[in-house]
């Protein structure tokens, strides 16, 4: 259902100076346009996999009155640097304007608390509906044409890659960070000369692993090189190399590059069981591992 605020949900644009893809945008200056804000982080392998569809829509009604702005509110501190944030746009394909919300401004205004959410503000600046999270694609779509005036057919979106859709049917294991902010049960197991600060575990000598005994399709890892450099790492599913069912960022030896701070995927299988073994051994010291993830 279609809500409405009547303060203007986009009056902390105003404050932010730092622009990717677009000289600043204002609330005045966006007036009589409908806006769709998408809050993001560059490693949230869930706002991943609702790019295509945010994508699609800043494509396909641009010339109907739709802006989207994304708003990139950082999760862990390398997601604050704005090279990183700018490489991840261009790698990704994200060409529509972003706003940079480091001191998380924009994500107070909106009395916001997820990663991914999105906001349809009307031409008045009135926030007319809200998601948090993936999926309800339709159901944003048809909130979007209906603040437009217009109803029309769908866009046809079919992801791929990184954002492919999680196997929800099999998909039996959390989201798991390896620092030590979230307090959180163990469910991973360091070996090796490890730290473990509030972020991330830190290999302090290589070699060292990380094992996890997981249930489901793909396994992801926030991972970040020290500055300048690259680690070697190599990958095992139950004891052997991956084989088909190798992710993106490796190949089916099992072989990896750390080489910039973003999310790897390391595990894509071809069919989904019973829960298996994984372990990642990094061969040159100073990796940063922060959360895997699933799907």
Known sequence: MLRQR???????????RVWVNSEPLTADGLRGRVVLVDVWTYTCINWLRTLPYVSAWAERYADRGLVVVGVHA??????HELDNVRRAARDLGVGY?????????????LDNHYWPAVYLVDREGRVRFHHFGENAYEETERAIQQVLGIDEALVRVE??????PADWDTLGSPETYLGDAHGERRSHRLVGDWSVGEEAAVLESA????????AARDVNLVLAPPPGEAVRFDVR???EPPGDGHGLDIDASGAG?????RMYQLIRQRSTGA???????????????YVFTFG
């Open 6 to 16: 009547t303060d203007n949900a986009l009056a902390a644009l105003d404050r932010a």
């Open 74 to 79: 950082p999760e862990f501190s390398f997601e």
């Open 97 to 109: 304007p972003v706003v940079i919300d480091n001191d998380f401004a924009i994500w107070r205004s």
């Open 159 to 164: 992801p791929a890659g990184l954002a492919e």
């Open 207 to 214: 070699p060292g692993s990380v094992a996890y005994r997981f």
């Open 237 to 239: 599913l139950d004891g």
């Open 257 to 261: 590059t750390v080489a910039e701070p």
């Open 275 to 289: 829960a298996r073994d994984f372990q990642i051994t990094f061969l040159d010291p100073g990796v940063r591992a």
